[in-house]
T-cell receptor, first 113, second 112 residues
Framework: NAGVTQTPKFQVLKTGQSMTLQCAQD?????MSWYRQDPGMGLRLIHY???????DQGEVPNGYNVSRSTTEDFPLRLLSAAPSQTSVYFC????????????FGNGTRLTVT | EDQVTQSPEALRLQEGESSSLNCSYT??????LFWYRQDPGKGPEFLFT???AGEEKEKERLKATLTKKESFLHITAPKPEDSATYLC?????????????FGQGTRLTINP
């Protein structure tokens, strides 16, 4: 039972390159979300999904794209990477009800040069 | 705007030296306050949820309390394995359970 799996663990991109951060869960949770973590700042919500086929923007969505075709997977796409997107990215899942805390993956550390 | 502020930023204690971490919040109606533990290179790990002022929850050497403006994470007789960054987050009324507002965290180091 892996929980929430994120790949890759580390990635270096040049400005303008594109890439997809993968997130897969085996917890059968309806809700999935992407957060970024930067030094001195709290985790900030990028995009989230309340079920397959449904996505919405969080606090900092610009420069990122998501889709949710299955319950298990929620990839995050960077279409044209910028140095401001250097960060650690966390995928999280939960059931969506009040008593269901977020379960996080171990993150992808992204550096954009 | 919903905000969460944690203090101190960093705290260094000797093994067995009890202390408290603070989480102050302003939110338009609190639906839940969450505490997480984060180890280096790992994702946050859930500890507690508190829902209303006066509520307390305990787990081993940790106890979380909640008032209308802040939450405290009390650490009693800590051990080196309690060293981690502790994160506080709030869920505002009317927001989904995935939409949390996080504080910056308190980095706790316990020296043997």
């Amino acid at each position: 039972n892996a929980g929430v799996t994120q790949t890759p663990k580390f990635q270096v991109l040049k400005t303008g390159q594109s890439m997809t951060l993968q997130c897969a869960q085996d917890m059968n949770h309806e809700y999935m979300s992407w957060y970024r973590q930067d030094p001195g700042m709290g985790l900030r919500l990028i995009h989230y999904s309340v079920g397959a086929g449904i996505t919405d923007q969080g606090e900092v969505p610009n420069g990122y794209n998501v889709s949710r075709s299955t319950t298990e997977d929620f990839p995050l796409r960077l279409l044209s990477a910028a140095p401001s997107q250097t960060s650690v990215y966390f995928c999280a899942t939960n059931r969506g009800d009040r008593n269901s805390p977020l379960h996080f993956g171990n993150g992808t550390r992204l550096t954009v040069t | 705007e919903d905000q969460v502020t944690q203090s101190p930023e960093a705290l260094r204690l000797q093994e067995g030296e009890s202390s408290s971490l603070n989480c102050s919040y302003t939110v338009s109606g609190l639906r839940g306050l969450f505490w997480y533990r984060q180890d280096p290179g790992k994702g946050p790990e859930f500890l507690f949820t508190l829902y209303s002022a006066g509520e307390e929850k305990e787990k081993e050497r940790l106890k979380a309390t909640l008032t209308k403006k802040e939450s405290f994470l009390h650490i009693t007789a800590p051990k080196p394995e309690d060293s981690a960054t502790y994160l506080c987050a709030v869920q505002a009324a009317g927001q989904g359970a995935q939409k949390l507002v996080f504080g910056q965290g308190t980095r706790l180091t316990i020296n043997p």
